[in-house]
């Protein structure tokens, strides 16, 4: 893994690109987004969303986030928002860091599955399991917690991260998804594959520093 001073200089070597702005609230669905710029060390500006604001945030920012939710970037003129698509978003934009496998890599169609799987199934499925909501299998796109949970199992019970036995940023979703069930909602039962899962994540550097940034904008 390079260390960021290294990621910096690969980033200025590559020429001047537009800044990254990043709409973020604090300890929401965007914060997987902001672990992932620290594991990136891409340069950006953090704009904070009054997401829980009577009201929510502000009209004006409909013009980013149809739906006045985050995340968001904007790149340029490039306006990005969805989990998934950001992270693809900006893997693509900073190939050189490696956090992403490459088209024709045997391990890509898992990649992209598992960026899709934690905002199409994980969250969703959350959701419903922390509100006490009620609704048959058959009726929902999502599926069921429990087979959420046993999907997730195996994942991590065959190799070490998301995908393979290499951190990429897959991880910063299904790391935080994993993270915010366990720690904060405490629904997700607390099983020693889940638990060693996120002992390996909590080690890296990126990771630290993108839990202190979003304790201190909270």
Do not use: C
């Amino acid at each position: 893994m390079t260390s960021t001073a290294a990621k910096a200089e690969v980033h200025a070597s590559a020429g001047e690109l537009p800044k990254l702005k990043f709409f973020h609230a604090p300890q929401s669905r965007s914060s997987s987004v902001l672990w992932l710029l620290e594991e990136l060390g891409a340069p950006y500006e953090m704009e904070l969303v009054g997401i829980r604001d009577e009201g929510g945030a502000p009209e004006s920012y409909r013009t980013i986030q149809p739906n006045k939710k985050v995340p968001a970037i904007a790149h340029g003129d490039t306006i990005v928002t969805e989990r998934a698509a950001i992270v693809l978003y900006l893997t693509e934009l900073y190939p050189e860091v490696g956090l992403a496998p490459k088209m024709g890599d045997p391990l890509r169609g898992e990649f992209l599955t598992r960026l899709v799987y934690t905002d199409a199934v994980f969250d969703p499925v959350l959701t419903a399991k922390a509100h006490g909501f009620e609704y048959q299998s058959i009726n929902v796109s999502y599926g069921t917690f429990d087979d959420m949970v046993a999907n997730v199992e195996r994942i991590l019970s065959a190799h070490d991260y998301a995908v393979g036995d290499s951190f990429t940023a897959a991880d910063t979703q299904f790391g935080t998804a994993i993270h915010y069930s366990l720690s904060v909602a405490k629904v997700l039962p607390e099983k020693p594959v889940f638990t060693k899962y996120l002992e390996r994540l909590m080690k890296r550097p990126a990771f630290q520093r993108f839990m202190a940034k979003d304790a201190g904008t909270a």
